[in-house]
């Protein structure tokens, strides 16, 4: 079964910085876009950053654009967030998701949680 | 950005029953648009893609329909499963957007 599985949330001050993975395993990582998207407390869901499958596009919300950067390491199959100047308004579940080449996403991870507070 | 505007935001169904939900987009997305489907603490589930193509697995039961601005998602005879958060997505331009959700609840 294709999976994805983010790693690295947590308890983080306001401005401080957070990196975020996602390892993909089942299938070939190299083909597929990879998104990010995030789920505030009582919230909805809320796009946040994209890439394509090489790596040569990204793609941000301007909610995180200047302070959140997408990449991948295809030789490793993971997908990377890292955030930085982090505030309140960031605090949310953050979910993996491969992306179709047209960008809706497919395969989805169980998310990790990131908490912003001092 | 394309804004995207669910209705209603909460539908109560019984079992059984049929629920219709909408979607609208602020400007044409063509037929760019998905369904999902998220229950608490799980991952979404991507339910309808191209507007009216069922995603692999997806039960006969969710239909998706409409082109452009106008969108609806249909779910035939709800079973128990079904009650959940629906959310509609645009990825016919940058920045991707979801609609705020609709809650099919009892």
């Known amino acids: 079964e294709v999976q994805l599985v983010e790693s690295g949330g947590g308890l983080v001050e306001p401005g401080g910085s957070l990196r975020l993975s996602c390892a993909g395993s089942?299938?070939?990582?190299?083909?597929?876009?990879m998104t990010w998207v995030r789920q505030a407390p009582g919230k909805g869901l809320d796009w946040v950053s994209g890439?394509?499958?090489?790596?040569?596009?990204?793609y941000y919300a301007d909610s995180v654009k200047g302070r959140f950067t997408i990449s991948r390491d295809n030789s490793k199959n993971t997908l990377s967030l890292q955030m930085n100047s982090l505030g309140a308004e960031d605090t949310a579940v953050y979910y993996c998701?491969?992306?179709?080449?047209?960008?809706?996403?497919?395969?989805w991870g169980k998310g990790t949680t990131v908490t912003v507070s001092s | 950005e394309v804004l995207m505007t669910q209705s209603p935001a909460t539908l109560s169904v019984s079992p059984g029953e049929g629920a219709t939900l909408s979607c609208r987009a602020s400007?044409?997305?063509?037929?760019?648009l998905a369904w999902y489907q998220h229950k608490p603490g799980q991952a979404p589930r991507l339910l309808i893609f191209?507007?009216?193509n069922r995603a692999t697995g997806v039960p006969a039961r969710f239909n998706g329909r409409g082109s452009g601005t106008e969108f609806t998602l249909t779910i035939s005879s709800l079973q128990s499963e079904d009650f959940a958060v629906y959310y509609c997505?645009?990825?016919?331009?940058?920045?991707?957007?979801f609609g705020g959700g609709t809650k099919v609840e009892v």
């Open positions: 191209g507007a009216f």
């Open positions: 997505q645009q990825y016919h331009n940058w920045p991707l957007t």
């Open positions: 998701a491969r992306a179709d080449f047209f960008f809706y996403m497919d395969v």
């Open positions: 400007q044409s997305v063509s037929t760019n």
């Open positions: 890439i394509s499958a090489s790596g040569d596009s990204t």
């Open positions: 089942r299938f070939t990582f190299k083909n597929y876009p």
